[in-house]
Every structure is written in structure tokens, then in C-alpha cells.
């Protein structure tokens, strides 16, 4: 830290990103990207001609992109909010609709950047507890009067509230918004942004980065009330108004353009995953029932850091938290089913 660092930010502890290391070839299964690469369409978006063309600025507005995304999920173009990565989109929020007189709240074990924006931005927040099955428990954000932060599926643990329990959150918490982060959503659990039609406060936030295989090029996008998206939009346009590059806005139009072909993958990375898991019980894991494209597992025999690092000394990386209800798990990236076999046969040499 330097000396000319605000004093605001001397206490900020940063989000820590899963490694990305790039020295040697490792199987990668520690930050949830796809192991699929992206669709034709894409590949074939991207090509020299329209490289030729990063000279100019892109559309600000995103208005093509914006368009194909509203169409696939049966809103209008003036519902959907396009950010670079959904992180951009959350930052966004925390600095839209929270401050001093609107607190948040989020679960206490959840997607780690929702504490470092509340923090980043001064913003008063409580961390509501998981249940001892490490549960988001809906009851507890009833009636919260908070502006209310929940991944759907949870991550680190899979784990989904139903569309039911979300109706009842934004019901009953009108004057703040409820923001339910949907980056894994595409694994088995239910949207809620059919909701954003019904529910004014409602904000349905996806990502490329997961289902979409687009983690590289950084793109995510929200659902919402129109209202809220021009608010959005107020923060983007003071901040960067051109934070989707050409390129990757090219590569978002194709790729919703080639839904079924993602539809495909998560198909392909569902079954893989409770392949995957079937094995691991048999080795003694214990298993969160995930709805998402990773495995949050621990067993009696290792502990997670020990695991962590032994499949690392193998050439596999996976997550550990140092957290203490979540110490002894690790969460595994479901890879293809040829990633997951040489993990398991790892796994069975380790235990
Ligand atoms: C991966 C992830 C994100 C971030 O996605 P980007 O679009 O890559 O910024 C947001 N929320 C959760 C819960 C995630 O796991």
C-alpha cells in the first residue's frame, strides 16, 4: 500500500480470483468456466474484418445484443441491462440502489463479491446465516427491508431457493430491490426472470461466463424493470459507456443466435456431473445436491486444504475456502467426463 492510497480504502480487503495460472497446463476445475469452447457462430463472428474495425468505438447501447437477448427470454429490449461480465452489472447495482439509507444484505457463505462492493462503497450490510444444511432460508429475507444479493444457485454450495420462495421475497421487501444472481442458473434451476414482469424491484442477472463459454471475453446481462435498467444505465454511462467491446458484442449476438448448442453442453455437464458425484460417493464424499455446473464435496478421511493441494501437486486445480463452515470442502468445476475420470482415478490414489 502506498502512501497516497485514500484512507478509504486502507481496510477494503479485494475479492481473491480462483488461480489462473499460467505456467504450466493444469486441469482446470477451479473457476467454473465451461470446458466446451464456444459455438461456431462465434468462431466465426469474430474474424478478421471485424478486427480490422477496433479502430472505432463500439454501440454504446448494445443495441443488437440487447434485442437477441430480450427476444430469447420473452422480455423487450428495454429490459435487459448488458455489462462487461456480470461482476460489472452487481458492482452497478451496490452503487445504484444501496447507501447509507438502503443497506444490503446477501447470505453470509455466498459469491464473495457482494461483501467487497458493499465494503468498496461504504455501504452498511448484513450477512444473513445459511441453515445447518447450508441453506439460503427464504423466511429470513421476508419482510427484510434491505436491498437483498442472492446467487441462484447458491455458489459455493449449488444449492437453489424455488421460484415460489423468490415471489415471496420481492413481494413482501417493495421498496428495495431483490437482485438474485442467476450466474449458474442454466445447470437445472428454475429463471426467475419471467418474474421481472410482475415484480418492479426485481433483478434477474445472468452471465456468457458459465453455461455460455464465454468467460474469456466478459459479458452478463440483467433482466429487469425498465426503470431499473435506466438506473443501470446512469451508472454505466457515468462510469464507461463503451464497456462492451466490439468483439465480444459480436460474440454475445452469435451465441444466443446458437442456443441449442449450449443447451447441448449443460445437458452434457448435468450428466457429467451426477456421474461424477455417483463416484465420489462411493469414495465416501459427502455432496451438496447442486443445481450447477460445479460439485461441493468433502469426505471424513482429508481435509479440503489438504485435498486441495494434493490434487494440485497432481495437475488438477480445484477451490478451497478457508471459511470456517466450508473448510473441509472442496468445490470441483465439472470438466468433461474424460477430466472427471482422470480426477477420480487422482482421488482414489490420494484417499
Ligand atoms: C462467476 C460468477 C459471477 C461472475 O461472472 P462474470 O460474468 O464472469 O463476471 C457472478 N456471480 C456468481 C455467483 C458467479 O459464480
Known amino acids: 500500500m502506498s502512501k497516497f492510497l485514500n484512507k478509504k480504502y486502507c481496510l477494503l480487503e479485494a475479492y481473491t480470483p480462483g488461480e489462473q495460472p499460467q505456467d504450466k497446463k493444469y486441469i482446470k476445475l477451479n473457476t467454473n468456466e465451461s470446458p466446451y469452447p464456444p459455438s ?8 478478421g474484418s471485424q478486427v480490422s474495425l477496433l479502430n472505432l468505438y463500439p454501440d454504446p447501447e448494445c443495441k443488437e445484443l440487447r434485442r437477441n437477448i430480450a427476444a430469447h ?18 458492482n452497478f447495482a451496490f452503487m445504484a440502489f444501496c447507501g447509507r439509507d438502503s443497506e444490503a444484505a ?6 464473495g463479491f457482494y461483501k467487497v462492493y458493499a465494503e468498496l462503497h461504504g455501504i452498511p450490510y448484513k450477512e444473513i446465516p445459511l441453515t445447518e444444511s447450508l441453506e439460503v432460508a427464504a423466511q429470513d429475507y421476508i419482510g427484510i427491508n434491505k436491498n437483498v444479493f442472492i446467487a441462484n444457485p447458491n455458489a459455493p454450495t449449488g444449492l437453489t431457493l424455488s421460484i415460489d420462495e423468490i415471489s415471496k421475497i420481492c413481494e413482501s421487501n417493495r421498496d428495495y430491490i431483490v437482485l438474485i444472481d442467476e450466474a449458474y442458473v442454466d445447470f437445472g434451476a428454475e429463471s426467475s426472470a419471467s418474474l421481472t414482469q410482475k415484480y418492479g424491484n426485481l433483478i434477474t442477472v445472468m452471465t456468457y461466463s458459465k453455461s455460455r463459454s464465454m468467460a474469456g471475453s466478459r459479458l452478463g446481462f440483467a433482466i429487469a424493470n425498465e426503470e431499473l435498467v435506466k438506473d443501470l ?3 454505466k454511462y457515468s462510469t464507461n459507456p463503451y464497456s462492451i467491446n466490439r468483439l465480444t458484442n459480436l460474440a454475445g449476438i452469435a451465441a444466443i443466435k446458437d442456443s441449442a448448442y449450449y443447451e447441448e453442453n449443460c445437458k452434457k455437464i448435468v450428466e457429467t456431473r451426477e456421474f461424477t458425484k455417483s463416484e465420489l460417493k462411493k469414495l465416501g ?4 445436491d447442486s443445481k450447477s455446473n ?3 464435496a468433502k469426505n471424513s478421511r482429508i481435509g ?3 485435498l486441495y493441494k494434493k490434487l494440485k501437486d497432481n495437475g488438477i486445480l480445484v477451490r478451497h475456502f478457508s471459511k470456517a463452515r466450508i473448510k473441509d470442502y472442496v468445490r470441483i468445476t465439472v470438466g468433461t467426463r474424460e477430466q ?3 480426477l477420480l482415478n487422482v482421488i482414489k490414489g490420494i484417499i
Do not use: H, R
Open 285 to 288: 464424499f459427502e455432496m451438496t
Open 304 to 306: 479440503g486444504e489438504e
Open 73 to 90: 427470454y420473452g422480455v423487450t429490449e428495454s429490459n435487459v441491462f448488458v455489462g462487461n461480465g456480470s461482476d460489472d452489472i452487481l
Open 340 to 342: 472427471m475420470e482422470i
Open 106 to 111: 446477501f447470505p453470509d457463505i455466498s459469491y
Open 40 to 47: 461456431q457462430g462465434v468462431l466465426e463472428a469474430i474474424n
Open 233 to 235: 444505465e446512469k451508472i
Open 294 to 296: 460445479f460439485i461441493f
